[in-house]
C-alpha cells in the first residue's frame, strides 16, 4: 500500500474513532511500526492529527474540515444505508435541498431520474446529478470552501431564500440532545442555519457515531428536526428520546 492510501485509511480511523494505536495500524495495514510512525509523524505536521505517545489522536478543536475524498471513506456503508432510506421520501416534483455533507452526496448518487429540483451548495452533489435529465440542479455559487468542495458565504445564502424548500436532507458533525446540532466551522453553519430556517421538513442523516458529539459551535436546536435517519449503530436510548420529543427516527438497515 502506497504512502498515500495509508494516510487516507489513518485519517478516516481518526475521524471515525478519535484515536489510533500504532500498533494495530501496523498490523492491520501490514506494515512495520517504524512506518506508522512516520505516516503519523507526517501528518502532524500536516495540521491532519495531533501525535500522542503511541498513536494519534483527532484534532478536536480544529476549525478545518477534513477533505471531502477522506469524509466520503467514513463509515460508507452506514452513509449508503442512510442515503437509499432516504429516496422513499422524495417524491416526483420535490424541490429539496441537500448540504455539502458526504451523506448528502451519497444520497445525490442514490436519487432516480424524476422531475425534482435539487438545491444545493454542494459542488460534488451538483456533478454527481448532471446526468440525470429529469432532474433541475441549482448550484447556490457564493466562497469556494475547497476542503469541503462546497460554497459557503453570504451569496450562498441569499440564493437559497428564493426557492421553497420543502425537504433539506442534511448532515452534521454532532447531534447533542440539549445542546443541539454541531459542526466544525462557523462557515458551514451558517448555510445549514439558513437551510433549516427557510425548508418545510428538516431531515438530519447521521451514523450512530455522530450521537453525543459536540463540535465546535452549534447552529440549530433538536427541536427543529421532523426526521431523523440513522443506522443500527445509534444508541436505542438516545432513539426512544427523540421519539419522545415527537421526532420521527428511521433505522436505516
Keep these: 500500500m502506497l504512502a498515500k492510501e495509508r494516510h487516507r485509511v489513518i485519517l478516516s480511523k481518526v475521524q471515525d474513532a478519535g484515536s489510533v494505536r500504532v500498533a494495530a495500524l501496523a498490523k492491520e495495514l501490514s506494515v512495520t511500526e517504524e512506518t506508522i510512525r512516520r505516516d503519523l509523524e507526517r501528518l502532524d505536521s500536516e ?6 505517545h503511541g498513536g494519534a489522536v483527532t484534532i478536536e ?8 475524498g477522506i469524509r466520503e471513506t467514513v463509515r460508507i456503508h452506514e452513509k449508503r444505508a442512510i442515503a437509499d432510506a432516504c429516496i422513499r421520501h422524495i417524491a416526483e416534483g420535490d424541490v429539496i435541498a441537500l448540504d455539502a455533507s458526504s451523506t ?16 444545493t451548495n454542494s459542488v460534488s452533489v451538483a456533478t454527481t446529478l448532471a446526468d440525470r435529465s429529469r432532474v433541475r440542479v441549482v448550484s447556490t455559487g457564493g466562497i469556494l470552501d475547497s476542503p469541503s468542495l462546497s460554497y459557503i458565504g453570504p451569496i450562498a ?3 437559497l431564500e428564493r426557492f421553497h ?5 442534511f448532515s452534521c458533525k454532532g447531534i447533542d440532545l440539549e445542546r443541539g446540532l454541531s459542526v466544525t466551522a ?30 465546535v459551535e452549534f447552529f440549530g436546536s433538536v427541536q427543529e428536526l421532523d426526521v431523523v435517519i ?12 427523540l421519539r419522545a420529543m415527537g421526532i420521527i427516527v428511521e433505522i436505516a438497515e
Design 230 to 241: 440513522t443506522d443500527k449503530t445509534a444508541d436505542p436510548v438516545q432513539i426512544e428520546k
Design 165 to 169: 424548500i420543502r425537504k433539506l436532507f
Design 104 to 119: 448528502a452526496g451519497e444520497l445525490a448518487r442514490a436519487i432516480p431520474d424524476i422531475p425534482l429540483t435539487v438545491v
Design 47 to 52: 495540521g491532519k492529527l495531533q501525535r500522542i
Design 186 to 215: 462557523d462557515e458551514h453553519a451558517g448555510i445549514k442555519r439558513r437551510m433549516l430556517d427557510l425548508c418545510d421538513a428538516a431531515y438530519l442523516l447521521v451514523d450512530g457515531s455522530k450521537f453525543g458529539v459536540k463540535a
Design 61 to 68: 478543536h480544529d476549525r478545518r474540515e477534513l477533505p471531502l
Design 157 to 159: 445564502e441569499h440564493i
